[in-house]
């Protein structure tokens, strides 16, 4: 299976489950006409892709058919004689291949006399009655059956036969294991090759073996195991094409795809997007009732399980397509066919928001209307269970959905829902409409308080009954999920449920909190603790006493469970939420953890892979911080993991708790901080490392005590002069010294000069690099542009910690800053193009100077790189027919102008608003036309511009593409 098909998973009951094959009650009129042609006239049963008949004698055409020399003797004969060659029959399933069904062509086998074979059919299309007199008597005599329906020499006869098992097995289990039982390895292998082969008997051998399977795992598994591709292949064309056996080769096919996802991969495979364009009209174009449902139970089938699937089918689902199966939906008068529908859509509402949107359009109020009725409405439980799931998904995080809904919800709907709810004699009903109310409640909050409401006294008890009712999992969760959003607004309505839930109550939900084998009851039981946390010391003192010792660690033990992310992450809200604001229950907590759980616990907050535990965890920790003794203790075991925390420090969703919890660890403990710019010096991102030092040093503008502790930090570093340099500037500008008087500023310089340096770094190097440092932390960038001592990427480096510092770049200076690279001498433009970049990221430029920018550039393309003299070369901007045959290095010359003026537009990007892009297109498009720009490097440009237009440029993305971090 591609790694790309992605499972679709939920937290509710899944497709198959609700559409577990049964038995048939009723079948469908099979007419045959003297072409041999099968159709199907009645409506289908319910079981998954039934074909089972259950026919009347006036259904069929019967005529005479002559007796053939290979056909028995007598029936009673035949009864002995095939019942001992059919005894002993091998059920190997790997040796079907050895059998070719010309050996079974052959005639090898007695075969039932063809009249009596007649007027057993006729028999068999009374009443179930007669069909189980017919079984008691030919039981013995099967393979004579059998091997009339696999002799494609004498196709009326073996269609009658193949008809005759049909209607023997249909509505039996018991017989179908007996038919297929006696179906051994080369009859089967011959009734396969009729189901694959254009021919007479085609439709009726496709629909035997949809029947024989329907119902039976292993049945089904042997099946499959005896198909080829080819096969499958030749069963999707006959589901693809109008014909007679379009509906029962979609039956066979749903029920082999059926608990198999490998399956599914074969027939999306045959399919492609041919097959189930074909397979998708078929909904609303064939004109029959049973091919539609059979195309609408084959399709959601198949997206069940994969998103790959879904998300190709709604992508081939054309309006008409879409509209066939809303259409399909809301026929109440064919209950089938609108759960399958339902079930279709429910697939494609999982994929997005956007798509819930056009499906909630689609239905139109009617629509909506009709299936609210089927969701509340008893007497067709199926179609009720289908309504009920597609409209939790379509309530949920949709207001103005939810709000819709509700509107079209009656009173006395309402009212029916809140009962199905909170029947728990049926757990699968309440289940979804539990996920419907919580749904509703979570997305609106007008719909959260009128359904409280709603709900009354005893309807919000019987809600709590359900939720403190371990023993049907899937309704508590459920039901604890809407009371956790039905109380998340109001301290009334969490006093309410928590007295509602009284002592043993709540001793339940946190039995099911800290039970790992139900995780995803736990994560809603959590939930609903916190929340009555909420507002309430009293709750709060409660919950904290009833836990006791041995409740607290369940709940430890259950929050560094990374196996269990969603738990863990819970579990520690639930543990902050209890302790917070309470320096006694902090301590409480502390001393409970073992040794183990500690180690655990700084594991959890330092694992990266599960950023919403480490975010919980750290919070905890830093809610614990005001105990010294306790910060004391968490270093030693945290220090073999400084690197994982550096780490944590650059996810935005726990960049902020990671930072404050590394801050408050190190703050005013040098050894400590030693130990961490250790491990931020080892960064592959040195951009991370010096904004981290430039918001410590923020800090320490107001402490001189944390500053000189920082400085001594960084000039006592393992590592390089240049790389102190650099940080030391990081850290001075945080504390803003370009805008300290010139004595503050050398007092500070004098200051990190005295510092001891370590072992091993030549002073003079030292002291040259430092005053470099601290010079473009003070803002001189002449220093820094005309230093000979610096590399490019050094330069870069700092230049780019002085042009990010907070208000250094003013529209003045920005201007000024642009105006001195463009008028620098003996720099290259590669390095000019880098500084400018820094300057229109980091600056104020407007759209004048990025156009004066822009015209520069041009001119400079036709300067001589080692002399720099203007001259007539070609430049990217030159007429490509005027180029002739130019080399690889012109070439590449060319390549590089195009790549650099184009950076200075993805440079200027936070700048350009929308009028300014259309503008500069429209600009562009002129210039091609006047023959001014080549249409290529246009074209590029007028993409790129309009990329911007669509996209929110991230910022990080463009940093990352800077010289910033190259290493000297």
Not at 779 to 787: F, H, I, M
Request: hydrophobic share 40%; proline share 4%; charged share 20%.
């Amino acid at each position: 299976m591609n790694p790309t098909h992605k499972t679709l998973t939920s937290n509710f009951i899944t497709c198959q489950e609700l559409d577990r094959k049964i038995l048939p009650t009723s079948g469908s009129n099979v007419q045959t006409s003297a072409t041999g042609q099968i159709s199907i006239t009645r409506q289908l049963p319910t079981d998954q892709g039934s074909l089972g008949p259950s026919r009347s004698l006036s259904s069929y055409s019967v005529t005479q058919v002559a007796l053939g020399r290979t056909e028995t003797k007598s029936s009673s004969s035949s009864s002995s004689s095939s019942f001992k060659n059919t005894s002993h029959l091998s059920r190997t399933m790997s040796s079907a291949s050895a059998f070719p069904a010309a050996l079974v062509s052959a005639n090898q086998g007695e075969q039932i006399n063809p009249v009596e074979l007649k007027k057993l059919l006729n028999r068999s299309l009374i009443s179930q009655e007669e069909r189980a007199k017919i079984y008691h008597e030919i039981t013995g005599r099967m393979s004579e059956v059998i091997n009339a329906a696999t002799n494609d020499q004498n196709p009326k006869v073996a269609r009658q036969a193949i008809e005759l098992l049909m209607n023997l097995a249909a509505n039996s289990e018991t017989r179908k294991d007996v038919i297929w039982g006696k179906l051994g390895a080369p009859e089967l292998s011959a009734i396969v090759k009729l189901a694959t082969t254009q021919g007479e008997l085609n439709a009726a051998s496709i629909a035997l073996l949809s029947n024989l399977i329907n119902g039976s795992d292993v049945r089904s598994n042997q099946l499959r195991e005896t198909l080829t591709k080819a096969n499958y292949a030749a069963i999707v064309t006959s589901a693809t094409s109008p014909k007679p056996q379009t509906a029962a080769a979609m039956a066979l096919l749903t029920n082999l795809i059926f608990d198999s996802e490998a399956t599914k991969e074969t027939v999306w495979s045959c399919l492609m997007e041919s097959g189930y364009a074909n397979i998708i009209s078929a909904i609303s174009t064939t004109g029959s009732p049973q091919t539609s449902l059979m195309a609408l139970r084959l399709l959601s089938t198949l997206a069940e399980g994969s998103k790959f699937r879904t998300t190709s089918l709604s992508a081939n689902l054309s309006m008409t397509g879409f509209t066939g199966v809303v259409a399909a939906a809301t026929k109440p008068n064919q209950p089938e066919m609108a759960a399958k529908a339902l079930r279709l859509l429910f697939e494609l509402s999982n994929l997005s928001p956007s798509l819930n949107a056009q499906i909630w359009a689609t239905l139109g109020a009617a629509g909506r209307l009709t299936i609210c009725h089927a969701a509340t409405s008893p007497a067709q439980p199926e179609l009720a269970l289908q309504a009920l799931r597609l409209l939790a998904n379509l309530a949920d995080n949709s207001e103005n959905t939810t709000d819709q809904l509700w509107a079209t919800l009656r009173v006395a709907q309402r009212a029916a829902l809140i009962t199905v709810a909170t029947t728990t004699a049926q757990p699968i009903a309440a289940e979804q409409a539990l996920r419907l109310l919580a749904n509703l409640a979570g997305s609106s909050d007008f719909v959260n308080f009128a359904l409280w409401d709603t709900l009354g006294p005893t309807g919000r008890a019987a809600v709590v009954a359900s939720a403190t009712t371990p023993a049907q999992p899937r309704v508590a969760e459920q039901a604890l999920s809407l009371l956790g959003k039905l109380i998340t607004h109001s301290e009334p309505e969490k006093a309410e449920i928590w007295n509602t839930l009284n002592a043993d109550g709540r001793a339940t939900v946190f039995s099911m909190a800290t039970t790992p084998a139900q995780p995803a009851v736990a994560v809603q039981a959590l939930v609903l603790l916190s929340l009555l946390t909420d507002y309430s010391e009293v709750r709060k003192v409660g919950l904290w006493t009833s836990l006791g010792a041995v409740g607290r660690a369940a709940v430890i033990t259950a929050g560094t469970n990374l196996a269990q992310p969603r738990v863990a992450e819970q579990a520690l809200i639930f543990l902050h939420d209890l302790t917070i604001n309470s320096y006694v229950r902090q301590i409480d907590l502390w001393v409970s953890l073992r040794a183990d759980d500690v180690r655990n616990l700084i594991i959890a907050a330092t694992t990266a892979e599960e950023e919403g535990v480490a975010r919980r965890a750290i919070s905890l920790f830093i809610y614990l911080k005001p105990s010294v003794r306790i910060r004391n203790e968490i270093w030693p075991l945290l220090k073999p993991r400084l690197a994982q925390l550096w780490a944590l420090t650059k996810r935005p969703y726990v960049e902020l708790q990671a930072k404050n919890f590394l801050l408050d660890l190190i703050y005013f403990r040098d050894q400590r901080a030693r130990d961490v710019l250790d491990v931020a010096i080892t960064d592959v991102s040195l951009r991370h490392t010096i904004a981290t030092l430039r918001e410590w040093g923020r800090l320490a503008d107001q402490q001189p005590e944390w500053r000189i502790m920082l400085q001594t930090v960084i000039v006592q570093a393992n590592t390089t002069p240049q790389k102190m340099a650099v940080l030391m500037a990081a850290m001075m500008s945080g504390i803003n010294i370009s805008q300290c008087p010139l004595e503050e500023r050398e007092a500070l310089r004098d200051q990190v000069l005295a510092i001891p340096m370590a072992e091993g770094i030549d002073p003079t190097l030292f002291r040259e690099h430092m005053r470099l440092g601290l010079r473009a932390a003070c803002g001189n960038t002449s220093a820094v542009l005309d230093s000979p001592v610096l590399s490019a990427p050094e330069k870069l480096q700092l230049l780019e910690i002085l042009y990010s510092s907070r208000n250094f770049l003013s529209a003045q200076v920005t201007q000024d800053e642009l105006l001195r690279m463009q008028s620098t001498a003996n720099i290259s433009l590669d390095f000019k193009l880098q500084v400018i970049e820094l300057i229109l990221t980091h600056g104020k430029a407007n759209s004048f100077q990025f156009k004066t920018i822009l015209t520069w550039l041009k001119g400079e393309f036709k300067r001589d790189p080692q002399t720099g003299d203007l001259t007539n070369r070609s430049t990217v901007f030159s007429n490509p027919s005027t180029l002739g045959d130019i080399g690889d290095e012109e070439i590449f010359a060319l390549t590089e102008q195009r790549d650099q003026y184009l950076a200075l537009y993805q440079n200027f990007r936070p700048r350009m608003t929308s009028d300014f892009i259309q503008e500069e297109i429209e600009h562009i498009e002129r210039r091609i036309s006047g023959k001014e720009m080549p249409q290529d490097l246009g074209a590029t440009l007028i993409f790129q511009l309009r990329q911007f237009l669509s996209i929110d440029w991230p910022m990080s993305a463009l940093e990352e593409e800077r010289m910033f971090d190259r290493k000297s």
